[in-house]
């Protein structure tokens, strides 16, 4: 499987919005899940949300409302718009991808995906 590469990341101010973007070339045009997850600095990774090959998503309670997972199919890419950013500092997201596979069962599984991106930061500031 090609590994997932995301983009998009920058510094914005609170409030404000941004688009993450992931190139999924390897898993878009099969069964797959796709997910976003975060790092916050001295915190445990979690999940933001995933969409799966139906189009289905789940977002966790944190960004529910703030953040949605479109995808363009055509162009393979899986999307993170953000909305009311919240002045967290710095955190790194990460695109990661299951093929031949739905969405997990819980959230809180963030070791359901074996492929992971590099990650890119974002930095919100107050």
């Known amino acids: 499987q090609v590994q997932p590469v995301e983009s998009g990341g920058g510094s914005v101010q609170a409030g404000g919005s941004l688009r993450l973007s992931c190139e999924a070339s390897g898993y878009i045009g099969s069964w797959y899940c796709l997910g976003w997850l975060r790092q916050v600095p001295g915190k445990e990774l979690d999940a933001v949300g995933y969409?799966?090959?139906?189009?289905?998503?789940k977002y966790s309670g944190a960004v529910k409302g703030r953040f949605t997972i479109p995808k363009d199919n055509a162009k393979k890419v899986m999307y993170l718009e953000m909305t009311s950013l919240k002045p967290e500092g710095t955190d790194m997201y990460y695109c990661?991808?299951?093929?031949?596979?739905?969405?997990?069962?819980?959230?809180?599984?963030?070791?359901?995906?074996?492929?992971w991106g590099q990650g890119t930061q974002i930095t919100v500031s107050s």
């Open positions: 990661a991808a299951k093929p031949f596979s739905g969405s997990p069962s819980s959230l809180a599984n963030v070791n359901y995906f074996p492929e």
């Open positions: 969409i799966d090959s139906d189009g289905t998503t």
